[in-house]
């Protein structure tokens, strides 16, 4: 069973660039593994943001890019702004696991 | 505009059911996976289950198999979520959510959720 670990949380200032770890603990992600990010706002529904694990659907800001190596995926946030203050959740799936979500992460912008 | 609205969330004591909907509009509904996540109070996303466009295959959570059944109907453009044996661990916020063509390998879209609460 995958099993993915987030900081429980990061902070930032306005404009600063921020990174956001999504460390798989089982095993290294699998070139068949597919990778995904989540917003999710207080008391809102979550929001994809980032898709195999570096794709941003349309209408998501390009200030949010993901990446993958080895047993990490990483969400890189540039120009950090108050409204991205939020909780963030990494996603992995793989057929033989399904889906399976970290842990989030809370973001705090100073 | 793609939308995803939940109904049929209650309060229920253990050992209860509960049927939970989605219906959806804004695109081919019978041509997308769909899955259910939930959301406990306070606490991180977990996925529940599963089901492909044709609804011909399902996939579940270790945490619901056997007392949670998912199923569609695509000529209503509804998910369902069958949940039997309820728990006071199944309490939650459900969403349903949109995947893609090929597998439920990703949450495009999300609906409001509903609440679902276990308690004597």
């Known amino acids: 069973q995958s099993a993915l670990a987030q900081p429980a949380s990061v902070s930032g200032s306005p404009g600063q660039t921020i990174t956001l770890s999504c460390t798989e603990t089982?095993?290294?992600?699998?070139?068949?593994?597919?990778v995904s990010w989540y917003q999710q706002h207080p008391g809102k529904a979550p929001r994809l943001l980032i898709y195999?694990?570096?794709k941003r659907p349309s209408g998501v800001s390009d200030r949010f890019s993901g990446s993958k190596s080895g047993n990490t995926a990483s969400l890189t946030i540039s120009g950090l702004q108050a409204d991205d203050e939020a909780d963030y959740y990494c996603?992995?799936?793989?057929?033989?696991?399904?889906?399976?979500f970290g842990g989030g992460t809370k973001l705090t912008v100073l | 505009e793609v939308q995803l609205m939940e109904s049929g969330g209650d309060l229920v004591q253990p050992g209860g059911s509960l049927r939970l909907s989605c219906t959806v509009s804004?695109?081919?509904?019978?041509?997308?996976?769909m899955s259910w996540v939930r959301q406990a109070p306070g606490t991180g996303l977990e996925w529940v289950s599963a089901?492909?466009?044709?609804?011909?295959?399902?996939h579940y959570a270790d945490s619901v198999k056997g007392r949670f059944t998912i199923s569609r109907d695509n000529y209503k453009n509804t998910l369902y979520l069958q949940m039997d044996t309820l728990r006071a661990e199944d309490t939650a916020v459900y969403y349903c959510?949109?995947?893609?063509?090929?597998?439920?390998?990703?949450?495009?879209?999300w609906g409001q959720g509903t609440l679902v609460a276990v308690t004597s």
């Open positions: 996603c992995s799936f793989a057929i033989r696991t399904n889906a399976v």
């Open positions: 089982s095993s290294d992600f699998g070139t068949s593994t597919l």
């Open positions: 195999d694990g570096s």
């Open positions: 804004g695109f081919t509904f019978s041509s997308y996976a």
């Open positions: 089901i492909t466009a044709s609804g011909g295959t399902t």
């Open positions: 959510a949109k995947g893609t063509v090929v597998a439920a390998s990703r949450f495009e879209y």
